[in-house]
């Protein structure tokens, strides 16, 4: 219990010194220019607003977790500063209560934006950020913790500003003892835990700094080197004593489309940091409870005097390296009160090499889990973004680099998926058929021309990159061999509005071609790709309507052509004439009208039909009261012989789709047929089971296709 009160004790001093050297840059760049006299302002609203974001945690569902002020809601606050008060004039209120007054209602309305994202669920969007992407960013909030890390030791950060004071004075002791520090740092990391190395690191180098430097001679030991200044002459001022008017008002409606953008950037950040903390921290955060203490906190901290925060990576990461927990962060908030109230003398004693190596420690483990660990894990090119967002970031800001790494990360993303397998199948009629049960005759006439009718079916979702290579795949077919084209996009996932130019193109090239083209679409889509409703053109909602109608205009123009189908016949076609003759005395017509039943479902039957013209479809009824077709049965086909041979009640009603003509046969007849013409019968036998066996395939492979 000890060491654990021990390790959070010294965490929430490292996170509280940390934290005040933030505030103060952070101070400072907002308070630049004609506000730089009031950076003791600044530096006081930093360290509010760092007080309370270190106790965070406290009140979130991980403890180690810290918010406070973040670089990117800082940068476009000094941004919005230094717009408003090279602007504004000199109003009433003065150049002070203008950029305080800004600040304020700025930090209200982005914390409102928060609570309103929450309110309708639109933090869970960041789910769909790509990995290479959160990477990068954790690889950029190392690099920026490295470079914060040699600004604090030398004023050397990895920008050309610090090359040049580097190059101007490349003698820096402080700068090489912090990176013999990291070494020995890394070194007791190895040897034992984080909780004990790092408050024995701090301590041991804090005693070893102030002998060394405060007994040695002061030319080679300059203390402002060494050490931090004291931060004197802050002030606090609460929100109720800004002075308003009417001048200011019009300032703040004409900033409102710069506070829309804070709120955006600083939404963006928060859902970023805690995507990235997830990664880092192996487990998930709820992201709309973020969101909503992030929003009630803001008011706090407006409240109080302070500005807009956000969650920040950096400090969270060293919390929870540090071995911090709930108690860090009162002693965080409590190191940021003390010196707003007077005590930043004491960071006098503080060495700029303990607080600066340690946060160089850090980002290099970071660098290296997020930059050179992942590039094993991930695809070169993935991890090209995740260098290319590093370097965005480093030019440009985080936020540059986000927006980088997500188009970079869209582009590779269209780029491979449309590389992906997309045809799900690549057949002809004459290898799929439709649930349209026929007589031999047109079996025969489908298997002999169904290779004419080419068929693709595809899946996935069909965007331009896609809709592309199906265009390439229409093209690659044979023009004098396949006359007709089914496109089958009931497996597709969506068709994207980028995909219909392509698909038009092949519409046109078969209508210019006078040659059919059905396809399996959605309404919505089948009236958009209908080409001016050329006849020539077929929509449908289902496969089988489409495989169907692909048939009957194979079947039509086989007609057409001379090569028609010949007529049905009930015995096969390699049944004599005289058996027919025979056979055809044992039946009796059946006529119906569209809509009559031949049978009903469960109803008990001895008969079987043979469908001399026009067509049925079997039908069986569902749980909710409709009719669900399971096929359709055409000239030449036969039906219900099941009932003849078995005796069971019907499984499926029967209902002719058109005036049909039939015979019928029932089993009192084949029992006289079996006695008095038992070859004819043996015949019948044969049909039957040809017939049965040529369903059970035909049901098969499109069990097997729909699987596929």
């Given at each position: 219990?000890?060491?654990?009160?021990?390790?959070?004790?010294?965490?929430?001093?490292?996170?509280?010194?940390?934290?005040?050297?933030?505030?103060?840059?952070?101070?400072?760049?907002?308070?630049?220019?004609?506000?730089?006299?009031?950076?003791?302002?600044?530096?006081?609203?930093?360290?509010?607003?760092?007080?309370?974001?270190?106790?965070?945690?406290?009140?979130?569902?991980?403890?180690?977790?810290?918010?406070?002020?973040?670089?990117?809601?800082?940068?476009?606050?000094?941004?919005?500063?230094a717009a408003a008060v090279a602007t504004g004039g000199a109003h009433a209120s003065g150049t002070l209560n203008q950029a305080l007054t800004i600040l304020l209602f700025a930090s209200v309305f982005t914390s409102a934006c928060f609570l309103l994202i929450e309110r309708f669920h639109l933090a869970r969007l960041v789910r769909f950020i790509p990995f290479q992407v959160t990477a990068?960013?954790?690889?950029?909030?190392?690099?920026?913790?490295?470079?914060?890390?040699?600004?604090?030791?030398?004023?050397?950060?990895?920008?050309?500003?610090?090359?040049?004071?580097?190059?101007?004075?490349?003698?820096?002791?402080?700068?090489?003892?912090?990176?013999?520090?990291?070494?020995?740092?890394?070194?007791?990391?190895?040897?034992?835990?984080?909780?004990?190395?790092?408050?024995?690191?701090?301590?041991?180098?804090?005693?070893?700094?102030?002998?060394?430097?405060?007994?040695?001679?002061?030319?080679?030991?300059?203390?402002?080197?060494?050490?931090?200044?004291?931060?004197?002459?802050?002030?606090?001022?609460?929100?109720?004593?800004?002075?308003?008017?009417?001048?200011?008002?019009?300032?703040?409606?004409?900033?409102?489309?710069?506070?829309?953008?804070?709120?955006?950037?600083?939404?963006?950040?928060?859902?970023?940091?805690?995507?990235?903390?997830?990664?880092?921290?192996?487990?998930?955060?709820?992201?709309?409870?973020?969101?909503?203490?992030?929003?009630?906190?803001?008011?706090?901290?407006?409240?109080?005097?302070?500005?807009?925060?956000?969650?920040?990576?950096?400090?969270?990461?060293?919390?929870?390296?540090?071995?911090?927990?709930?108690?860090?962060?009162?002693?965080?908030?409590?190191?940021?009160?003390?010196?707003?109230?007077?005590?930043?003398?004491?960071?006098?004693?503080?060495?700029?090499?303990?607080?600066?190596?340690?946060?160089?420690?850090?980002?290099?483990?970071?660098?290296?889990?997020?930059?050179?660990?992942?590039?094993?894990?991930?695809?070169?090119?993935?991890?090209?973004?995740?260098?290319?967002?590093?370097?965005?970031?480093?030019?440009?800001?985080?936020?540059?680099?986000?927006?980088?790494?997500?188009?970079?990360?869209?582009?590779?993303?269209?780029?491979?998926?449309?590389?992906?397998?997309?045809?799900?199948?690549?057949?002809?009629?004459?290898?799929?058929?439709?649930?349209?049960?026929?007589?031999?005759?047109?079996?025969?006439?489908?298997?002999?021309?169904?290779?004419?009718?080419?068929?693709?079916?595809?899946?996935?979702?069909?965007?331009?990159?896609?809709?592309?290579?199906?265009?390439?795949?229409?093209?690659?077919?044979?023009?004098?061999?396949?006359?007709?084209?089914?496109?089958?996009?009931?497996?597709?996932?969506?068709?994207?509005?980028?995909?219909?130019?392509?698909?038009?193109?092949?519409?046109?090239?078969?209508?210019?071609?006078?040659?059919?083209?059905?396809?399996?679409?959605?309404?919505?889509?089948?009236?958009?790709?209908?080409?001016?409703?050329?006849?020539?053109?077929?929509?449908?909602?289902?496969?089988?309507?489409?495989?169907?109608?692909?048939?009957?205009?194979?079947?039509?123009?086989?007609?057409?052509?001379?090569?028609?189908?010949?007529?049905?016949?009930?015995?096969?076609?390699?049944?004599?004439?005289?058996?027919?003759?025979?056979?055809?005395?044992?039946?009796?017509?059946?006529?119906?009208?569209?809509?009559?039943?031949?049978?009903?479902?469960?109803?008990?039957?001895?008969?079987?039909?043979?469908?001399?013209?026009?067509?049925?479809?079997?039908?069986?009824?569902?749980?909710?009261?409709?009719?669900?077709?399971?096929?359709?049965?055409?000239?030449?086909?036969?039906?219900?012989?099941?009932?003849?041979?078995?005796?069971?009640?019907?499984?499926?009603?029967?209902?002719?789709?058109?005036?049909?003509?039939?015979?019928?046969?029932?089993?009192?007849?084949?029992?006289?047929?079996?006695?008095?013409?038992?070859?004819?019968?043996?015949?019948?036998d044969k049909q039957v089971v040809m017939g049965l066996a040529s369903n059970l395939s035909r049901t098969n492979t499109l069990l097997r296709l729909q699987v596929g």
């Amino acid at each position: 219990m000890a060491t654990r009160a021990l390790a959070q004790l010294s965490s929430g001093l490292i996170l509280g010194l940390s934290s005040v050297i933030y505030a103060v840059s952070y101070a400072a760049l907002m308070f630049s220019g004609p506000l730089a006299r009031y950076v003791g302002y600044g530096i006081a609203i930093c360290l509010v607003t760092a007080a309370i974001g270190a106790m965070y945690g406290r009140f979130s569902e991980e403890p180690t977790l810290v918010s406070g002020p973040e670089a990117n809601t800082t940068s476009v606050l000094a941004g919005i500063l230094a717009a408003a008060v090279a602007t504004g004039g000199a109003h009433a209120s003065g150049t002070l209560n203008q950029a305080l007054t800004i600040l304020l209602f700025a930090s209200v309305f982005t914390s409102a934006c928060f609570l309103l994202i929450e309110r309708f669920h639109l933090a869970r969007l960041v789910r769909f950020i790509p990995f290479q992407v959160t990477a990068g960013f954790l690889a950029s909030t190392g690099w920026l913790m490295l470079s914060g890390a040699l600004n604090i030791i030398a004023g050397t950060p990895l920008t050309l500003q610090g090359l040049r004071a580097f190059i101007e004075q490349p003698w820096r002791p402080e700068l090489a003892a912090s990176i013999g520090l990291v070494a020995i740092l890394a070194l007791m990391h190895q040897f034992t835990s984080a909780a004990l190395a790092i408050p024995a690191f701090v301590v041991g180098v804090t005693i070893a700094v102030n002998i060394a430097v405060r007994t040695c001679d002061a030319a080679l030991c300059d203390p402002s080197i060494w050490f931090f200044a004291a931060f004197d002459q802050l002030h606090w001022v609460p929100p109720w004593d800004l002075q308003f008017d009417m001048a200011l008002l019009y300032t703040l409606v004409e900033l409102l489309p710069s506070f829309l953008a804070l709120a955006f950037i600083s939404t963006l950040t928060i859902l970023l940091s805690m995507n990235s903390l997830e990664l880092s921290y192996g487990r998930d955060f709820r992201l709309e409870s973020a969101l909503r203490l992030h929003g009630s906190s803001n008011f706090l901290t407006t409240l109080l005097g302070g500005y807009v925060g956000a969650i920040s990576i950096a400090r969270s990461n060293l919390c929870r390296n540090t071995g911090g927990g709930p108690f860090s962060g009162f002693v965080s908030a409590a190191v940021c009160v003390g010196v707003l109230l007077g005590l930043g003398s004491l960071l006098a004693w503080v060495p700029r090499a303990a607080l600066g190596a340690l946060l160089m420690f850090m980002g290099l483990t970071m660098l290296r889990q997020w930059l050179w660990d992942v590039r094993t894990s991930m695809r070169r090119s993935e991890w090209v973004q995740v260098v290319g967002i590093l370097v965005c970031v480093v030019a440009f800001g985080y936020v540059v680099g986000f927006l980088a790494g997500l188009l970079a990360a869209c582009i590779f993303f269209v780029v491979n998926y449309s590389r992906m397998p997309f045809i799900a199948l690549d057949t002809t009629i004459a290898s799929v058929r439709s649930t349209v049960i026929r007589g031999a005759a047109e079996q025969a006439r489908l298997a002999e021309l169904g290779e004419h009718c080419r068929v693709g079916r595809f899946k996935g979702f069909v965007f331009f990159g896609v809709a592309s290579a199906i265009y390439d795949w229409y093209r690659a077919g044979d023009p004098q061999k396949h006359t007709m084209v089914l496109l089958d996009f009931s497996q597709a996932r969506g068709i994207d509005p980028s995909a219909l130019a392509v698909l038009e193109k092949i519409v046109r090239n078969q209508t210019a071609l006078e040659r059919h083209l059905v396809l399996v679409v959605e309404p919505a889509l089948a009236r958009k790709l209908a080409g001016g409703d050329s006849p020539l053109v077929h929509s449908f909602e289902d496969f089988d309507q489409a495989a169907e109608c692909a048939e009957e205009l194979i079947l039509a123009q086989a007609h057409a052509t001379g090569t028609g189908v010949m007529p049905s016949v009930l015995l096969g076609a390699d049944a004599p004439a005289n058996a027919t003759e025979v056979f055809r005395r044992y039946l009796e017509p059946v006529e119906l009208k569209a809509g009559d039943y031949l049978f009903r479902e469960g109803q008990h039957s001895d008969e079987m039909y043979f469908v001399e013209d026009g067509s049925l479809e079997v039908v069986k009824a569902t749980l909710d009261g409709r009719s669900l077709r399971l096929c359709k049965v055409r000239s030449g086909a036969i039906l219900g012989e099941m009932a003849l041979y078995t005796g069971q009640p019907r499984s499926a009603s029967a209902v002719a789709v058109e005036p049909s003509t039939l015979s019928r046969l029932t089993r009192e007849a084949r029992e006289r047929l079996q006695a008095e013409h038992p070859a004819v019968a043996g015949l019948l036998d044969k049909q039957v089971v040809m017939g049965l066996a040529s369903n059970l395939s035909r049901t098969n492979t499109l069990l097997r296709l729909q699987v596929g």
